[in-house]
T-cell receptor
Framework: GESVGLHLPTLSVQEGDNSIINCAYS??????FIWYKQESGKGPQFIID?????DKRQGQRVTVLLNKTVKHLSLQIAATQPGDSAVYFC???????????FGQGTELSVKP | EPEVTQTPSHQVTQMGQEVILRCVPI?????FYWYRQILGQKVEFLVS????????KSEIFDDQFSVERPDGSNFTLKIRSTKLEDSAMYFC????????????FGSGTQLSVL
């Protein structure tokens, strides 16, 4: 069936290091992907998105990589800061109406 | 930046009671959604809404659930007879179009069914 999953449930990094959060998806028809950040008690906050006709997109301190061959998505955060500590979800768009399927989430913990 | 707003932030209700969760999507958005998140789990799609009708719904969205856009600004989720397993954080979301474009989420309503 359709699913979006994350490889690691938790990730702990040192402040200043780069973080890489991975995501696998199974629906080859998905054409749009989003990374969200969720802090405790808050709603998902958009970080970056990528369309299936791209393999890389960069934002401020964040980069998303898409490998359609192996159905893999990753989020790279440069110079990770304590404020980056949160749960990160990948999500795929699988319908014309914009329904998103979310992965399980990876909790990123940044040590000062 | 414009925000999706949700009220109340917390709702406690007794099993079997009706609840209405309220949302004000971003003003120029045309597509509206409800998602929910059970504690410690991933965000799950419930329903999408466009042009005053449901576009798509999940298996979770059974006959106990309904959505409505009663006026030009509000978007509501009603649960007719709440069950214990309805306890979750409910998120409203909106976007301008239904296609490949970022979806903006509200801060959620934490529903606790006792």
């Amino acid at each position: 069936g359709e699913s979006v999953g994350l490889h690691l449930p938790t990730l702990s990094v040192q402040e200043g290091d780069n973080s890489i959060i991975n995501c696998a998806y199974s629906n080859s028809a998905s054409d749009y992907f989003i990374w969200y950040k969720q802090e405790s008690g808050k709603g998902p906050q958009f970080i970056i998105d990528i369309r299936s006709n791209m393999d890389k997109r960069q934002g401020q301190r964040v980069t998303v990589l898409l490998n359609k061959t192996v159905k893999h998505l990753s989020l790279q955060i440069a110079a990770t800061q304590p404020g980056d500590s949160a749960v990160y979800f990948c999500a795929e768009n699988i319908s014309q109406g914009g329904k998103l399927i979310f992965g399980q989430g990876t909790e990123l913990s940044v040590k000062p | 930046e414009p925000e999706v707003t949700q009220t109340p932030s917390h709702q406690v209700t007794q099993m079997g009671q009706e609840v209405i969760l309220r949302c004000v999507p971003i003003s120029n958005h045309l597509y509206f959604y409800w998602y929910r998140q059970i504690l410690g789990q991933k965000v799950e799609f419930l329903v999408s809404f466009y042009n005053n009708e449901i576009s798509e719904k999940s298996e979770i969205f059974d006959d106990q659930f309904s959505v409505e856009r009663p006026d030009g600004s509000n978007f509501t989720l009603k649960i007719r007879s709440t069950k214990l397993e309805d306890s979750a954080m409910y998120f409203c979301a909106s976007r301008v179009t239904g296609g490949n474009e970022k979806l903006f989420f509200g801060s959620g309503t934490q529903l606790s069914v006792l």
